[in-house]
């Protein structure tokens, strides 16, 4: 199971962290966790994937350089961290998980969602 926290209303240039709390199993066991997002009236988009094995990272090209994900294998728990937000960042961002997110497979689990909105 994968729940997300943190999500709030925001202006723009501000920050905030999601975080996604693992239970059921670790964190480590899906070699790959990230975050998607969903716009009203937009297609769900991926935002940043990262192996739990060697933490490498992968941005989508519209956050590089203003959100950073990461994870604590030891608290079971993702995190993104999202700076100097704009409007276009509105969206519900889920967590998400599975063995070949990091190479082009598609997420096997999906948390809930959090609601972002930044004005």
């Known amino acids: 199971q994968l729940v997300e926290s943190g999500g709030d209303s925001v202006q723009a240039g501000g920050s905030l962290r999601l975080s996604c709390k693992v239970s059921?199993?670790?964190?480590?066991?899906?070699?790959?966790v990230g975050w998607f997002r969903q716009a009203p009236g937009k297609e769900r988009e991926g935002v940043a994937r990262i192996a739990t094995g060697s933490g490498n990272t992968y941005y989508a090209d519209s956050v590089k350089g203003r959100f950073t994900i990461s994870r604590d294998n030891a608290r079971n728990t993702l995190y993104l961290q999202m700076n100097s937000l704009k409007p276009e960042d509105t969206a519900m961002y889920y967590c998400a998980a599975g063995i070949n997110l990091c190479t082009g497979g598609d997420p096997e689990t999906w948390g809930r969602g959090t609601q972002v909105t930044v004005s």
């Open positions: 059921g199993y670790t964190l480590s066991s899906s070699r790959c």
